[in-house]
């Protein structure tokens, strides 16, 4: 996606800071300082987040005297693998958590101390990562990552079990080949074997625009993984997890969206009367459906309501699969902006973050 960044007006001239983003290659920033001629040239491509309307060019974009980048094209580069990084493998390759006090070993699991990676728990107000599992018919939360008494980030041990035909490998210890509820699994040991935040070359850079696209995306999609699940539970299907996020951190980079996140009463009430609507349409209208709400009914309104369990499941594991690689991308941006003056300046506590999508941004603030 392009995403208009910054524009500097010159006198009579104009210069556009463009950024090329690709989810698939979340490791890149693609930045191009543009004239308006080569600005021109990428209205020829679709996926963008600034439009001309009425003459006028549309965007979010911020107005600046200066860039701190150069005319021309640079590629900024993430140079290492994170924490992130692994997270986002696991999820993308179906792996499971195992937490570090409940495994043995040599030894098979079966039973509830393992969920997959796609469930992974990211918090918006601090900076827990972490994950809900039901132990003793209670749900229990176990975080991987927060932040210490003194405010510093660290991260906690783990066990990875990662299907024994899988293509995935890691450079971590493989402490054993065991039955993880009946698939044959190769168990490593995470202990802090990786950076937390991503160190950028041949600059110190993170687009506002990028910050926003991916705040936007998570909770586009875990909209609509709370509608979904809610729709399940009516049928006895699953149950959502219903601990807390540990509330006891510091410090921390929060982000607010600007379009409040659909609360459980307003979900319930609106799947009654989509369930008694004449037409999808006309309930879009009735409702008055923001952004998210109409992606997540839209969703629904493509199934037949009378889908076998099964298949409505891995709807919703599609969906929190791409709530958590947003999330997770987002989370490692935020643990840049934690250790450093990038994106917050000392001066300031909060920034609003825009571009990267339509009618929405992000408040990024510095819990002290």
Known sequence: MLMLSKVRQSGTDNFYEVVNYDISKPDIFDISILNLEGFRSTFSIQ????????????????????FSLPLGNILIRKKYRTFFSLLCDLVTTKSFFIPHSFYTVGEDI???????FSNVRVSSSTMF???????????KTHTVMGTDDQGRLHTLPFYIAIPADSSL????????????????????????NLPLYPFYDPIEYIPLPIINHLFYKQCKFKNAVDLFTLFLEK?????QAQDQFPRDFVKA?????SIRPTSKQRRDNLLVKYGISASYDDFVVQENLNVFEKFS???LSQLDLYTIDNELMSVVYKLRSQCSLYSLLLMELRCKIFITDLVIPPIFDKIIAQGGCFEFHT???RVR
Request: proline share 1%; charged share 20%.
């Open 253 to 257: 980079i929060a982000v607010e969206p």
């Open 235 to 239: 049928r006895d299907v699953v149950s």
């Open 129 to 139: 990562v972490g994950f809900s599992l039901i132990t003793d018919g209670v749900w």
């Open 110 to 116: 079966v039973g509830e101390n393992v969920t997959s």
């Open 363 to 365: 408040s990024v603030k």
């Open 169 to 192: 490998s890691l450079d971590l210890e493989l402490v054993s080949i065991s039955m993880v509820n009946n698939i044959k699994c190769n168990i490593y040991l995470y202990n802090n």
């Open 47 to 66: 996926d963008r987040d600034y439009y001309i309307q009425d003459g006028f060019l549309r965007s979010d974009a911020e107005i600046v005297d200066i």
């Open 297 to 299: 009914f839209g969703l």
